[in-house]
């Protein structure tokens, strides 16, 4: 992992890499999923609140990581097996970055938050599945 917390970190951040990739290896695909949704969240989240104190270098960089994410989940989607959920969940995957997009160019935190709520709903319903 490339964490640079200091050389007397690095042992406690390399341990921490090796936890997390342990975990993400044991974990199941709804696991995984949950996890994604998870950190998707909190970025959205962190987002939210660069833009609210005007941190614009930070937001940029977060809400990129959040398009990647959500291209991520668009890309693994099964559209021949997943049918009509594949292309539902392809459908709000778009919708949530275009309004991410929306919210990073006009500085509206109120559309992140419909966001996170949109990704919560599906994190909350993969909590029950898994």
Known sequence: MAYS???QN????EGYGNTLRHRSMAANQGERLV????TLVNQLMQAQGYMERHMWAAKGETVGRCLDIFTC??????HDRGGSIAGNLDELYRYCMLRLLQASRSNEPAIIAEIVHLV?????AWDEIV
């Open 5 to 7: 917390m200091g050389s």
């Open 10 to 13: 690095k042992p406690v951040a």
């Open 35 to 38: 996890l994604v949704y998870t």
């Open 73 to 78: 989940l668009q890309s693994s989607l099964d």
């Open 120 to 124: 919560k709903t599906l994190k909350s």
